[in-house]
């Protein structure tokens, strides 16, 4: 790849247009360098974020794409207690929640009129290992295991046209192995790397599943199994930003050892009135870009960096600038069930502010296209995805 030096009116500190130098050249920055970046004055981000949006056009060009799903929350019931968690309940709690198979059959039948593609299992952590009410709900429902009903609604969804994409927290490799044949894809955000959050205090203090050696290792797993994976960081819980950079590091180092980490979603935290952290200070849009652009410029011009638009609907062409080139999941039937307080943006008013920023919003799958072959796919899902594929085009 040729180098390609950083031209800017903005002063920049030598050793950060250094590391921009080498990151446009196609050299492999380690951890130092990301945490340099991700820590660079306001004088230097603008250099960095244009450096990390011409590394996006090498890999991506200007198209920006967005998956639309139906987001099914399979149940909300959680061993886990995150401090700034709204999505969890205990089984007694209004709100509490199992989706039945006929509901998700309803929901995926609906989605897939509307034009949806993907279906999204998002659930909590092993609910079986807290609570008997719902380990009663699993024996009146024919299953040992929460795993083994997520196998049924996937399988639910499949037969009503939608491609399953699984995020249910922390699975073993076995786990993961049965229900490879279901899912075009996978999912566990990391979050962060930093042991800290676990601790007295953190926010991860009482979620056993949250501890980062645990996360690592589903993620290394799920790349033995061969799964294309989504994961990604989670700012603003407390973490510091060299820990995100270093979580970053982490997810990169993975992705080296078995190329399976087929996109890298950065989230920022959302405070709510409900949650003991409610009164900490979100990051703010220079936090989110600086995360933004250290992503892109560790790791490099293919990988698919991801920002949720429902969660900065003002900053679109900021995030656009920092190196994204996707959106992730948007629903046209259901709300984001972890962040109910953010709609998700209007379709064509999310591509014409793409437009005007000069990019272009196409419509992907759940699996990216590097991933769609032999290698990486079950046999059985080849077909479900070749139908959809063909029904994909680059009107959003």
């Avoid at 044949?181 to 676990?198: A, C, D, Q």
């Avoid at 995360?291 to 698919?304: C, D, S």
């Avoid at 996707?326 to 008013?349: F, M, Q, R, T």
Wanted: proline residues 7%; hydrophobic residues 40%; contains cysteine.
């Amino acid at each position: 790849m040729p180098e390609q030096s950083v031209s800017t009116s903005v002063p920049t500190s030598f050793s950060i247009r250094e590391i921009l130098d080498r990151a446009l050249a196609g050299k492999r920055l380690d951890t130092a360098d990301a945490v340099a970046l991700i820590e660079c004055s306001d004088d230097d981000l603008p250099t960095v974020m244009k450096a990390a949006s011409l590394l996006r056009d090498q890999g991506k060009g200007r198209d920006v794409s967005y998956s639309r799903k139906v987001f099914l929350p399979v149940t909300n019931l959680c061993r886990d207690r995150c401090t700034y968690c709204t999505f969890r309940k205990d089984p007694n709690d209004p709100g509490a929640w199992t989706m039945m198979l006929d509901e998700i059959a309803a929901w995926s039948r609906r989605g897939a009129e509307l034009g949806c593609k993907e279906a999204l299992m998002c659930l909590g952590d092993k609910p079986e290992l807290a609570f008997k009410e719902y380990r009663a709900t699993l024996q009146s429902l024919g299953v040992g295991s929460t795993i083994d009903y997520v196998g049924q609604a996937c399988a639910t969804a499949l037969e009503q046209g939608l491609l399953p994409h699984t995020n249910a927290g922390i699975m073993s490799r076995a786990e993961m192995a049965v229900l490879r044949p279901l899912n075009v894809s996978m999912g566990l955000m990391l979050e962060s790397i930093s042991p800290r959050l676990r601790q007295r205090g953190g926010a991860h203090q009482w979620a056993p599943d949250k501890d980062p050696a645990v996360r690592l290792r589903m993620i290394d797993e799920a790349g033995e199994l061969r799964i294309p994976f989504t994961t990604g960081i989670l700012i603003g819980i407390g973490d510091t930003p060299a820990e995100r950079a270093q979580s970053l590091s982490a997810i990169r180092d993975s992705h080296e050892r078995y190329g399976h980490i087929q996109e890298v979603i950065i989230q920022n935290f959302r405070a709510k009135p409900e949650i003991p952290l409610a009164d900490a200070p979100e990051p703010d849009r220079f936090d989110m870009a600086r995360a933004i652009a250290t992503a892109r410029l560790l790791l490099g011009p293919e990988m698919n960096v991801q920002a949720p638009p429902n969660l900065s609907p003002h900053e679109i062409e900021l995030f656009l600038d920092a190196g994204i080139n996707d959106w992730g999941g948007i629903s046209p039937l259901s709300k984001d069930y972890v962040n109910p307080e953010a709609p998700w943006p209007h379709l064509a008013a999310l591509a014409d502010r793409c437009a005007q920023a000069g990019f272009h919003l196409i419509q992907r799958l759940a699996i990216y296209p590097d991933y769609i072959n032999d290698e990486w796919v079950d046999p059985a899902m080849m077909p479900h995805i070749d139908r959809l594929a063909g029904q994909l085009s680059a009107e959003v």
